[in-house]
């Protein structure tokens, strides 16, 4: 196995979104389309279904990966690029329409082409 899910993670950022969005365990089950008991397992450290994942980090607006514990073994200054980590976070904003989002996208690449070129150069 190269990697495993970090359900205490998961839920975690689950009961921040909850507590954000003032609902219930149950009101969230709802909107994920999971049960509650699902939730409850979790909460005492058992691990969800692919299904009950899926779902949960969707409803999170989430990366599946955000989740993961790595293998000892992974290189330590292998990590995602920042585009990829703020597009993680920008697609899971509520307040910011699609165009926003790609807007905010497309300077943060442009930012980080100028950057790389800069360092190109010197």
Do not use: C, H
Request: negative net charge.
């Amino acid at each position: 196995m190269t990697g495993r899910m970090d359900t205490r993670r998961l839920y975690d950022a689950l009961d921040a979104q909850r507590r954000a969005r003032d609902l219930s365990w149950r009101q969230l089950a709802q909107q994920a389309g999971v049960s509650p008991s699902l939730l409850s397992r979790m909460g005492n450290g058992q691990r969800p279904d692919l299904d009950g994942f899926i779902a949960l980090v969707q409803w999170l607006g989430a990366q599946a990966e955000e989740f993961m514990v790595w293998p000892d073994d992974r290189p330590r200054d292998e990590q995602p690029a920042l585009e990829t980590q703020l597009a993680l976070l920008l697609r899971a904003r509520d307040d910011l329409g699609e165009a926003d989002k790609e807007y905010l996208l497309d300077i943060v690449s442009a930012t980080m082409r100028r950057i790389k070129a800069d360092r190109q150069e010197s």
